[in-house]
């Protein structure tokens, strides 16, 4: 079964540095997230992406934050200068198209502890 | 209130029984989905109920939807202590995104 894959696992840096996370989503999929979950906290959106360009943002989701779609295959999120408050589990997630009905696939996640 | 409540907050029964997670929304949806997280892991999908159902089944699981009352329920039944995990419902609706709750936590004692 297609599943949305996406590495590191578990990353560690320290603030301020840069990192990126990236996501494969499902081949025939044309949309495409980004949400993420602070520890004891429920999942929060983040971004969504489509035809190339981010549809919707979140909050969140500021200047700090870019996503990209560099090639055919991957998705992924960039934070420029990360900071302690950013430790947080990253999920990605992707869609067929936007039919009423379809499900959301979600990769297992990137755990970011920001030191 | 936000999109996508559950409660009850925590839950803690007995193997054998079973475990009742109820969610509430605010805005019109086209899916409800319900996952299960182990502390600290990923998201597993259990059931998608669309809009214009009712009730679903999977195994163990029942999944009703009441879009009149903008609400949802999970029902575990015969639970193990292997069930023990958070529960989130999610709601998608033309938005494009997925609205999650702050999730049940549930405790199933061997």
């Known amino acids: 079964e297609p599943e949305v894959t996406q590495t590191p696992s578990h990353q560690v840096t320290q603030m301020g540095q840069e990192v990126i996370l990236r996501c494969v989503p499902i081949?025939?999929?044309?949309?495409f997230y980004w949400y993420r979950q602070i520890l004891g906290q429920k999942v929060e959106f983040l971004v969504s992406?489509?035809?190339?360009?981010?549809?919707?943002k979140s909050e969140i989701f500021d200047d700090q934050f870019s996503v990209e779609r560099p090639d055919g295959s991957n998705f992924t999120l960039k934070i420029r200068s990360t900071k302690l408050e950013d430790s947080a589990m990253y999920f990605c997630?992707?869609?067929?198209?936007?039919?009423?009905?379809?499900?959301?696939?979600f990769g297992p996640g990137t755990r970011l502890t920001v030191l | 209130s936000q999109q996508g409540e559950e409660d009850p907050q925590a839950l803690s029964i007995q193997e054998g029984e079973n475990a009742t997670m109820n969610c509430s929304y605010k805005?019109?949806?086209?899916?409800l989905q319900w996952y299960r997280q182990n502390s600290g892991r990923g998201l597993v999908h259990l059931i998608l109920?669309?809009?214009?159902?009712r009730e679903k089944h999977s195994g163990r699981l029942r999944v009703t939807l009441d879009t009149s009352k903008k609400s949802s329920s999970l029902l575990i039944t015969a639970s193990r202590a292997a069930d023990t995990a958070s529960y989130f419902c999610?709601?998608?609706?033309?938005?494009?995104?997925?609205?999650f709750g702050d999730g049940t936590t549930l405790t199933v004692k061997p």
């Open positions: 109920i669309r809009s214009n159902e």
């Open positions: 997630a992707s869609r067929e198209d936007r039919g009423q009905y379809n499900e959301q696939f």
């Open positions: 081949s025939n999929h044309l949309y």
């Open positions: 805005t019109s949806i086209n899916n």
């Open positions: 999610a709601t998608f609706a033309n938005a494009g995104k997925s609205t």
């Open positions: 992406f489509y035809n190339n360009e981010i549809s919707e």
